[in-house]
């Protein structure tokens, strides 16, 4: 019912910056919260920032290592939410998911993008 698209990954040099960008499409009514999760090599998938639905811009939520760094940002109007990393370390190095929490037809469920790659090297 809801298909996530993530853009905007790659490679980058430690310090650099990166945009990832996360259109849903589909047959929904709404969309709650979003967010942005990663996956490095080896370890588990963890949360990287999460913004509700709030008309002036949502609350925002950030996992401790990427705070002060990272900017997660939604338009609802283009159904897009973005994260805007900054000062990027290796150890951000990941692939990188956005999630949306949707009502639709059927219900409401939590839907998962395919997943982009960010590399960051020293």
């Known amino acids: 019912q809801v298909q996530l698209v993530e853009s905007g990954g790659g490679s980058v040099q430690a310090g650099g910056s990166l945009r990832l960008s996360c259109a849903a499409s589909?047959?929904?009514?709404?969309?709650?919260?979003m967010g942005w999760y990663r996956q490095g090599p080896g370890k588990q998938r963890e949360t990287v920032a999460v913004?509700?639905?709030?008309?002036?811009?949502?609350?925002?939520n950030y996992a401790d290592p990427v705070k002060g760094r990272f900017t997660i940002s939604r338009d609802n109007a283009k159904n897009t939410v973005y994260l805007q990393m900054n000062s990027l370390k290796p150890e951000d190095t990941a692939v990188y998911y956005c999630?949306?929490?949707?009502?639709?037809?059927?219900?409401?469920?939590?839907?998962w993008g395919q997943g982009i790659q960010v590399t960051v090297s020293s």
């Open positions: 999630n949306a929490d949707a009502i639709h037809r059927y219900g409401k469920n939590v839907f």
């Open positions: 589909g047959s929904f009514f709404s969309i709650n919260a």
């Open positions: 913004i509700s639905s709030g008309g002036s811009g949502g609350s925002t």
